[in-house]
């Protein structure tokens, strides 16, 4: 079973975190502070990080920028602070997810399973060439080729740049900003419409609804996710 650190400060709410993910079969390491998280990362190997940004010592922000120095493990965010800023800022320096206390349990344990799932899935897709996004439609990033029901579907340069860029983050919430460097590059940063713009073409291309969109969604305010079941 995979093994979760939490970095989190308020000992009342990483006793209950511990509690609960070891009823649910998780291996659980806990630590208070970013120094010891630091350590509890690098020495423990987790298959996934939760972390509150609140630590007494240093930010949760170093800590999120030190483990993706050497590892792309799924990384959750667990946070009192609920700003906008505060949640692109995580996300843009590497953040998976961002969860704002207090939070639903559930949902956290839906979350921590899809990242896991994705994880996984991404550890494998690196000996395979297409990625099925659904049922229906599956991408062949070598060749530049996408499927809807068996027929290729044509994008532009620039819309198939923008789908591979949500492939390689699959289930993670991407900025517009990081969407608009990784796509447009640094010169485009201000014209974040674009995004808007593109994603609704490969909504109208790829979705079978794209006022429902099944795997291309929108985090409102922050910008997009590609979901991978």
């Known amino acids: 079973m995979s093994t979760i650190v939490i970095v989190e400060?308020?000992?009342h709410i990483s006793k209950a975190l511990k509690i609960l993910l070891e009823s649910?079969?998780?291996t659980v390491f806990v630590a208070n502070d970013q120094k010891s998280g630091q350590i509890a990362c690098s020495s423990r190997c987790p298959?996934?990080?939760?972390?509150d940004l609140g630590l007494p010592d240093k930010d949760g922000i170093f800590l999120i920028q030190e483990i993706r120095s050497y590892s792309d493990i799924p990384i959750i965010i667990l946070s009192a602070r609920d700003g906008e800023n505060s949640k692109i800022n995580a996300l843009d320096l590497g953040a998976?997810?961002?969860?704002?206390k207090p939070f639903s349990t559930s949902e956290l344990l839906a979350r921590i399973r899809a990242h896991l799932r994705t994880h996984n899935k991404i550890v494998m897709a690196k000996n395979t060439s297409e990625i099925k996004l659904s049922d229906s439609v599956s991408v062949d990033i070598p060749g530049k080729?996408?499927?809807k029901n068996g027929e290729i579907?044509?994008?532009?340069k620039i819309e198939?740049?923008?789908?591979?860029?949500?492939?390689k983050e699959p289930n993670k919430v991407l900025t517009h900003r990081y969407l608009m460097l990784q796509v447009w590059g640094a010169n485009y940063v201000e014209h974040q419409h674009y995004v808007r713009i593109y994603m609704a073409h490969l909504r109208q291309k790829l979705e079978d609804d794209p006022s429902n969109p099944e795997f291309l969604i929108t985090e409102v305010g922050i910008g997009y996710r590609l979901i991978l079941k």
Do not use: W
């Open 9 to 11: 400060d308020e000992e």
């Open 24 to 26: 649910e079969g998780y």
């Open 47 to 51: 298959d996934l990080v939760l972390l």
């Open 96 to 100: 998976d997810d961002y969860l704002t």
């Open 145 to 147: 080729l996408v499927y």
């Open 153 to 156: 579907v044509h994008l532009t």
């Open 160 to 167: 198939f740049r923008l789908l591979c860029a949500l492939i």
